[in-house]
């Protein structure tokens, strides 16, 4: 009998599996749009429900900040509580961490297919690895090695300002806030940011995957578009990288990271990523990844109840 039920809630899917201290049950993955929920509560409701499952724990990896046992996701209207979560599906236990830490918890336990290496490097097999999400937002997490254990952080970096780059650029920049005055990254370096960024550029609306198309069509405007996604993406991360020295790699995820993966390094990414003067040989050596499995998160609820790690509870 499952003992644990996992849960990956972004903005616009929640991912859901059942699983043993020995790992996911297999057959018991599922993915659930959003829109189709009024919250978290009754989606799981109804998961357990159509397998008739009575799991003992949650974890539950979520698109926003903890805090006392609740969560509000950040792009999506969903006050998270953990005694409702506990009402609503007979859980004794439940353990709420950020979706970014999540998914530094399960690096330890991905298959070899389910990473893409986009640059080797050197990597410290000691050093903390940072794992930034790109999709409907961006968030980082960094997961620290502790003797046998990582120790993963939680982060909302993501709505930390934009850097100085290009005049170019900054005038992008500085047109952003007339919509969000505090001009945080993922205003820009998400799917829906990608989109704004375009916009602001062309006065164009167009979602991710038709800009990539534009560009493989050898489209002009939209290769200028994710030039500067490119480059401000290796600026912001390489700041990131750089302020945790994470030596032990850096990991791409989420669906917007898939969508433009092939295109980052042509298009400037690496260049703006190392530029950090006397430590761009620091830069040089940390490895790039992609991470292809879209049920991480769920892995790394896993490895986190796994490891026995308890924070408060509610």
């Not at 998961?47 to 046992?69: D, F, N």
């Not at 405007?221 to 994470?246: D, E």
């Amino acid at each position: 009998m499952a003992e644990w039920l996992l849960a990956d809630v972004g903005a616009s899917h929640t991912r859901v599996a059942l699983a043993t201290p020995a790992g996911l049950v297999p057959g018991t993955a599922q993915t659930f749009q959003n829109a189709g929920f009024p919250g978290l509560a009754p989606l799981l409701a109804d998961y357990l429900a159509a397998r008739e499952a009575l799991p003992t724990t949650l974890c539950a990896g979520v698109a926003g900040p903890v805090s006392s046992g609740t969560a509000q996701l950040t792009n999506l209207d969903w006050f998270i509580d953990s005694r409702v979560l506990r009402n609503a599906t007979g859980v004794s236990e439940v353990h709420l961490l950020n979706d970014l830490q999540a998914q530094a918890w399960a690096l330890d336990d991905l298959a070899p297919e389910s990473v893409l290496q986009l640059v080797s490097g050197a990597p410290d097999p000691l050093g903390p690895r940072l794992v930034m999400g790109l999709g409907t937002g961006s968030n980082i997490a960094v997961a620290h090695r502790l003797g046998p254990r990582p120790f993963v952080p939680p982060s909302e970096a993501g709505h930390s300002s934009l850097p100085h780059m290009d005049e170019a650029t900054n005038a992008l920049i500085s047109a952003l806030a007339t919509d969000i005055p505090h001009k945080p990254y993922e205003a820009l370096l998400s799917g829906p940011g990608l989109t704004r960024l375009h916009r602001l550029r062309t006065g164009t609306v167009l979602p991710p995957p038709e800009i990539v198309n534009a560009h493989v069509r050898g489209e002009a405007a939209a290769t200028a578009t994710l030039r500067v996604f490119a480059r401000l993406l290796g600026t912001v991360l390489g700041n990131l990288a750089l302020s945790h020295m994470a030596t032990g790699g850096v990991f791409l995820i989420g669906g917007t990271a898939r969508t433009l993966a092939a295109h980052l390094l042509s298009l400037g990414m690496r260049d703006c990523f190392t530029a950090k003067g006397p430590y761009t040989e620091i830069l040089l050596a940390m490895p790039l990844t992609l991470i292809i499995d879209d049920h991480a998160a769920v892995t790394g609820c896993a490895h986190y109840l796994r490891q026995g790690t308890r924070p408060e509870t509610r």
